[in-house]
């Protein structure tokens, strides 16, 4: 039998949330020391524990037939590889920043400028689009130090909350790009890969459903039903069940997460009572 192997980053934040989501998805993955791979009990998975900008490589070469990373390292490493769905997680930016002091107005302020960063391509493709000429020092790790060491005038970067270039003297002043996690695919799976990976992207998705809704229920008066029903549609139309007192009714359905708050205002303004949101566990459409 076929099994999938899917490359993760070995270590860090992305890592934890890429074994989260496959837990979630209902996939046993022991490794308690984590070597560099490790088999799935009930699913045909192999995991590879690989440097998240070594996975677009392995994943065009078929090493691994799969890969959750970055969209900034498939943007930057530029593989042959099939980009099939971003998973709403391990958001970031990626930003230009310069020492604090300096008196920034514009993107012309970066005209032949020395800019550090670990993303060359990426920071070559935006400034060339801008018409600008920029000086590019390409270094890996510790990218916030280069203007206290006056390697770079400026950096390129991803930031997250930005602590770290308050620690250096920095201020974002320019977000080229944002990024989040994604899962890409060689260009050439087999069948019986292709047939386990769309399973896996099933199991994905209803998670993200399920993350992304809220189920509710409620009791309203029975005149007030049409226009709750225009609030709340749900995946069809919210299930409808008469109460024993006369003239009211039970209503089941699903909200947007985002949106349950605005939507449980305007229920109550309808004579809505009892309201209840309850996480959903699994969502499939």
């Not at 998240?52 to 490493?77: M, R, S, T």
């Not at 770079?152 to 977000?175: H, P, Q, R, Y």
């Not at 305007?266 to 004579?271: A, S, V």
Request: proline share 3%; aromatic share 6%; glycine share 6%.
């Amino acid at each position: 039998m076929s099994t999938l192997k899917i490359a993760i980053q070995k270590s860090g934040r992305l890592s934890e949330k890429s074994l989260q989501l496959l837990e979630s998805c209902g996939i046993k993955i022991s490794n308690g020391d984590r070597k560099l791979k490790a088999i799935a009990s009930n699913f045909p998975v192999e995991i590879l524990y690989l440097r998240d900008d070594d996975i677009p490589q392995y994943v065009e070469q078929g090493v691994a037939d799969i890969g959750i990373l970055g969209e900034n390292e498939v943007w930057e490493k530029d593989k042959n590889v099939a980009n099939i769905t971003q998973l709403g997680f391990a958001s970031c930016k990626l930003s230009l920043a310069v020492p604090k002091d300096e008196i920034y107005t514009d993107l012309t302020f970066f005209q032949n400028k020395r800019i550090a960063t670990s993303y060359p391509k990426i920071l070559t493709q935006f400034f060339v689009s801008k018409n600008i000429n920029v000086i590019i020092e390409e270094i890996s790790g510790s990218v916030e130090i280069a203007t206290g060491i006056g390697l770079a005038d400026a950096i390129f970067d991803i930031v997250s909350t930005g602590s770290t270039l308050l620690m250096n003297g920095l201020k974002e002043v320019e977000i080229v790009t944002n990024s989040q996690a994604v899962l890409i695919a060689n260009q050439n799976l087999t069948i019986e890969k292709q047939e386990i990976l769309n399973k896996l992207l099933f199991r994905i998705d209803s998670y993200r459903n399920a993350k992304e809704n809220k189920y509710i229920l409620l009791n309203a008066p029975n005149e007030s039903i049409t226009e709750i029903c225009k609030v709340l549609p749900g995946i069809k139309s919210p299930t409808i069940l008469p109460l024993v007192e006369q003239g009211w009714s039970s209503l089941h359905s699903v909200v947007k997460e985002d949106d349950y708050w605005d939507v449980v205002d305007q229920l109550k303004m309808l004579g809505a009572e009892g309201i209840l949101i309850i996480p959903i566990e699994k969502m499939i459409k």
